[in-house]
């Protein structure tokens, strides 16, 4: 597979947006910034590995890593974003919700 573009990666995660009915981070620098950090680790690892984390060096052990990681969900579900918080619950935001620091699923 070719080298990913910062607009590939936002398409990437849109579609993950609009299939989980979450929504992207509205603060556009931040969002920017990580769909920036997910192009880079495609273009370097091969895969989407979460851009606020470590690669443990392989797919198959960053397979819960690999975005939408496998903490997703619940994380969104809890706090309301994920650990990145590239995504965010729908409506988080607009009710006020600010997206902070959230324990690492990965290590609970
Ligand atoms: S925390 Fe999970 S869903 Fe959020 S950007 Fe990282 S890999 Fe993607």
């Not at 509205?26 to 851009?51: H, K």
Request: charged share 30%; with cysteine; aromatic share 12%.
């Amino acid at each position: 597979m070719g080298p990913k573009s910062t607009d590939d990666t936002r398409r990437f995660a849109d579609m993950v947006a609009a299939k989980q009915d979450w929504e992207l981070n509205p603060d556009a620098e931040f969002t920017d910034s990580l769909v920036e950090g997910l192009t880079t680790n495609w273009n370097r690892y091969g895969y989407f590995l979460c851009p606020c984390r470590d690669s443990d060096g392989s797919r198959e052990t960053d397979a819960d890593l690999i975005c939408p990681c496998a903490y997703s969900k619940a994380d969104v579900e809890e706090h309301g974003h994920c650990y990145c918080a590239l995504y965010l619950r729908r409506g988080f935001a607009a009710s006020g919700g600010v997206p902070g620091g959230i324990p690492d699923r990965r290590f609970s």
